[in-house]
């Protein structure tokens, strides 16, 4: 899926990319169930895992901003609005 594309969380849990869709008004709550059982796991697991989130988040970052090896650049012509150099 493209960055503008959307599905549903029904959608999204049948294909198995959520493990769970709670309604909205309940949404804070669960968080707070899940983040308390997360923290009842020994310390150093829960910090190696934010860690690793932290990681793979900013890396996701590196890696839109960056054109793929290869492609070459359109030039400001070639270039949509709004393009943010993908």
Same mark, same amino acid.
């Given at each position: 899926?493209? +960055?503008? #594309?959307?599905?549903?969380? /029904? &959608?999204?849990? #049948? %294909?198995? %990319?959520?493990? @769970?869709?709670? #309604?909205h008004d309940r949404l804070l709550e669960r968080a707070? @169930? =899940?983040?308390?059982?997360?923290?009842?796991?020994?310390?150093?697991?829960?910090?190696? /895992? +934010?860690?690793? =989130? *932290?990681?793979? %988040? $900013?890396?996701? +970052?590196?890696? $839109? &901003? &960056?054109r793929p090896r290869g492609l070459p650049d359109a030039?400001? #012509?070639? +270039?949509?609005?709004? *393009?943010?150099? %993908?």
């Open positions: 899926m493209g +960055r503008h #594309e959307r599905m549903s969380a /029904t &959608r999204a849990y #049948e %294909l198995g %990319l959520v493990s @769970e869709v709670v #309604e707070h @169930e =899940i983040a308390a059982l997360v923290n009842r796991n020994a310390p150093l697991a829960v910090r190696g /895992t +934010r860690l690793a =989130i *932290d990681a793979a %988040l $900013r890396a996701g +970052r590196h890696r $839109r &901003r &960056r030039g400001p #012509e070639g +270039r949509r609005a709004g *393009d943010d150099g %993908l």
